[in-house]
T-cell receptor
Framework: DAGVIQSPRHEVTEMGQEVTLRCKPI?????LFWYRQTMMRGLELLIY????????DSGMPEDRFSAKMPNASFSTLKIQPSEPRDSAVYFC???????????FGPGTRLLVL | SQQGEEDPQALSIQEGENATMNCSYK?????LQWYRQNSGRGLVHLIL?????REKHSGRLRVTLDTSKKSSSLLITASRAADTASYFC????????FGRGTSLIVHP
């Protein structure tokens, strides 16, 4: 298995632009997590899905952030409009169930100017 | 919050020494997981220990769990320069919740 795949690996954009981050989980995994990591706040859970259904989005910072999982093999995290404070590394992780070992993707390093 | 808190925040040792990192938490857990993150990379799972287990080993790694004290420790024996990384504990109640991590530097 190729592991969790994220794209793009790096994104530089200007404030106000829409940003879409993509994730392909490991085949057969039922849970998918989106995290944001910064020096100041550490690793924050934004949202997680079970069987493609969003279960807990309490970590989503505000309405500018949205996430979808249209099928078991694909998820997106969208920021619209983006702001400089959104600059961070965004990780996607998947696991067989929400309590078990998570497998992380390589992350998307986002810089909003 | 059941978030795990790692201690120390930073640890600097010489190659060959043992490294011990601790994780404390506040509420009951289903299991506790340790992860490693190299600079610029994603987190990699090391060990999962369930609430009814007290100790687990994996190669040079030893993890203990004391549910009465709500704490866990990760011991890396005979450390190597390649062990330099950040180490995170994730406490799992209904989902994993990560701490801020311990930054380990192993000097050759």
């Amino acid at each position: 298995d190729a592991g969790v795949i994220q794209s793009p690996r790096h994104e530089v954009t200007e404030m106000g632009q829409e940003v879409t981050l993509r994730c392909k989980p490991i085949s057969g995994h039922n849970s998918l997590f989106w995290y944001r990591q910064t020096m100041m706040r550490g690793l924050e859970l934004l949202i997680y899905f079970n069987n493609n259904v969003p279960i807990d989005d309490s970590g989503m910072p505000e309405d500018r952030f949205s996430a979808k999982m249209p099928n078991a093999s694909f998820s997106t995290l969208k920021i619209q409009p983006s702001e400089p404070r959104d600059s961070a590394v965004y990780f996607c992780a998947s696991s067989a169930t929400e309590k078990e070992t998570q497998y992380f993707g390589p992350g998307t390093r986002l810089l909003v100017l | 919050s059941q978030q795990g808190e790692e201690d120390p925040q930073a640890l600097s040792i010489q190659e060959g020494e043992n490294a011990t990192m601790n994780c404390s938490y506040k509420t009951s857990i289903n299991n506790l997981q340790w992860y490693r993150q190299n600079s610029g990379r994603g987190l990699v799972h090391l060990i999962l220990i369930r609430s009814n287990e007290r100790e687990k080993h994996s190669g040079r790694l030893r993890v203990t769990l004391d549910t009465s004290k709500k704490s866990s420790s990760l011991l890396i024996t005979a450390s190597r320069a390649a062990d330099t990384a950040s180490y995170f504990c994730a406490t799992v109640g209904y989902i994993p919740t990560f701490g801020r991590g311990t930054s380990l530097i192993v000097h050759p």
